[in-house]
């Protein structure tokens, strides 16, 4: 039996992963997706940036494989366009 591990806070918690469930995009239902990165950027001018600089935010994504959706998107149905 292989096991991943789960690390939150100061636990560790060993899962089966055959205990979990497929998830399937929520736009054509394909189960394959890709790894992608979420370019942002905080602008200096924004309060909340205590650095006066513009912040390069990067968030590591995955993108279905048929369509394009961005699995979990915040919008749905946000397909994301060619680059």
Known sequence: MNQVSAVGGQ????????DATSQGCENC??????????LGVISALNPKNP??????????VY????????????VK???VGKC
């Open 51 to 60: 650095v006066g600089n513009d912040v390069l935010i990067k968030s590591e």
């Open 63 to 74: 993108m279905c494989m048929k369509c394009g959706l961005e699995y979990g998107s915040l």
């Open 29 to 38: 239902g394909c189960f394959h997706f890709k790894p992608a990165v979420r």
């Open 11 to 18: 636990r560790q918690v060993q899962f089966d992963p055959r």
């Open 77 to 79: 149905k946000e397909k």
